[in-house]
T-cell receptor, first 113, second 117 residues
Framework: RKEVEQDPGPFNVPEGATVAFNCTYSNSASQSFFWYRQDCRKEPKLLMSVYSSGNEDGRFTAQLNRASQYISLLIRDSKLSDSATYLCVVILGGGGSNYKLTFGKGTLLTVNP | GAVVSQHPSRVICKSGTSVKIECRSLDFQATTMFWYRQFPKQSLMLMATSNEGSKATYEQGVEKDKFLINHASLTLSTLTVTSAHPEDSSFYIC?????????????FGSGTRLTVV
């Protein structure tokens, strides 16, 4: 089983749609979780952290289920500018300053007019 | 916010030559710099972790003699791809954190697209 696994996608949705991405991780000792966004041929950029209590940032909602080792990202009222690859990122361990991020393969989202 | 400047953004080199990629933290001290590689339609894969003033720690399967990493100062880390071959063509990205002990505070460089011909 891969360390971090995401929906393969791609997702093609119309503007205004609600879309959800899922991610599972294999190591129950994983410490922190994030969603990053990567535009084509660009570097990843942090979208939001994911907390057990769930967190929301505008149209974006992230959820973490530690028991199921599952992370989700919900995007409401999709915009054309939301088109990108969404990466699930897990920190598996580390100590001191050596935090190691493990990335999922990413899910490509295309929002159509 | 924290900025990591990565150069060059794009490089084409001949097989057998070496290429150096630089990452500079512009407004913070990057005690630790991470180097990733991303092949088309694949996830970012960590290649190595470098700490200022010490030898880099390489991930399994990454040749340390081929991918030389130098982190001589708190604001500069370099990755040199030695004797590059076409299979080394990839997108290389560095990242650093400006907040020790705080998860998620990672800033990525803009990446270097290496093409070996």
């Amino acid at each position: 089983r891969k360390e971090v696994e995401q929906d393969p996608g791609p997702f093609n949705v119309p503007e205004g749609a609600t879309v959800a991405f899922n991610c599972t991780y294999s190591n129950s000792a994983s410490q922190s979780f994030f969603w990053y966004r990567q535009d084509c041929r660009k570097e990843p950029k942090l979208l939001m952290s994911v907390y057990s209590s769930g967190n929301e940032d505008g149209r974006f909602t992230a959820q973490l289920n530690r028991a199921s080792q599952y992370i989700s990202l919900l995007i409401r009222d999709s915009k054309l500018s939301d088109s990108a690859t969404y990466l699930c990122v897990v920190i598996l361990g580390g100590g001191g300053s050596n935090y190691k991020l493990t990335f999922g393969k990413g899910t490509l989202l295309t929002v159509n007019p | 916010g924290a900025v990591v400047s990565q150069h060059p953004s794009r490089v084409i080199c001949k097989s057998g030559t070496s290429v150096k990629i630089e990452c500079r933290s512009l407004d913070f001290q990057a005690t630790t710099m991470f180097w990733y590689r991303q092949f088309p339609k694949q996830s970012l894969m960590l290649m190595a972790t470098s700490n200022e003033g010490s030898k880099a720690t390489y991930e399994q399967g990454v040749e340390k003699d081929k991918f030389l990493i130098n982190h001589a100062s708190l604001t500069l880390s370099t990755l040199t791809v030695t004797s590059a071959h076409p299979e080394d063509s990839s997108f290389y990205i560095c990242s650093a954190s400006d907040r020790l002990g705080v998860f998620g505070g990672y800033t990525f460089g803009s990446g270097t697209r290496l093409t070996v011909v």
